[in-house]
């Protein structure tokens, strides 16, 4: 695929990511794809990433075979404790485990509040979390937007930061707070520094409120994702 769309990727601080043991790799979260190319962020390292991701994907025809075949950890919302024990072995014997910690994609492209399990697993396998952030992945896919994959030349920013070390009697809420504006820094990094500009103001759908693009501001986005969630469980009732 990367061939096919001949996309611009560039990958920095591709030194961080260890080169053995475990580690949760952390990333922001802009489109369908960021797994993808958060675990061709590894390469370099010759690691490869197991990613939690929700259960309905596992259970689709045709992504839910490849999740399993890339031994992928399926996440039950209602039955967390399995992933959540399948994610610490898998640290404890060594594999890079990647999660989203906001655990939705952004639609304000800045990063959200985050989850506190990146925090919980490090800390129960006795691991590092290492940062990281994507940017340019919205182009081809994200919430609200139709999809654009036969886009091609489109440049793709991976951003790794140095690993934030974590003890089994650090405060979770600290860690997560180090960890927010580890990410914060990386992606502010990958934007400002992206090879592109919208063209025109039809095309700025892609591009923060804060850096003159027309995406919901953080407080828009909250309200929709709020809105979402109300709909879902009004479907549910």
Known sequence: MFRVLDLRITVHGDQHVPRSGGAVLASNHVSYLDFIFCGLGTQAADRLVR?????EVFAN?????LMRGMRHIPV???????????????????????VFPEATI?????VKDLKSGAARMAA?????????????TQRLWTKGRP??????????SIV??????????????????????????????????????PD???????????????????EEAAAMDASDRSRRGSAMD
């Open 51 to 55: 990613f939690m991701a929700k259960q």
């Open 106 to 110: 952004s639609r304000s492209f800045t």
């Open 160 to 197: 790794i930061g140095e690993p934030l070390a974590v003890l089994p009697g650090d405060d979770q809420a600290a860690v997560m707070d180090r960890l927010r504006a580890a990410l914060s820094t990386l992606l502010d990094r990958a934007q400002r520094g992206y090879p592109e500009q």
């Open 76 to 98: 039950d919302r209602a039955a967390g404790a399995a992933s959540y024990g399948a994610a610490v072995e898998a640290l404890r014997s060594g594999e890079v485990v990647g």
């Open 61 to 65: 025809k045709v992504a839910g075979p």
């Open 124 to 136: 129960a396998a006795g691991v590092p979390i290492v940062p990281m952030a994507v940017w340019g």
């Open 147 to 156: 999809r654009t994959l036969t886009r091609r030349h489109t440049p793709i």
């Open 200 to 218: 025109g103001l039809q095309d700025a759908w892609w591009q923060p409120a804060h850096l003159g693009g027309t995406a919901p501001t953080p």
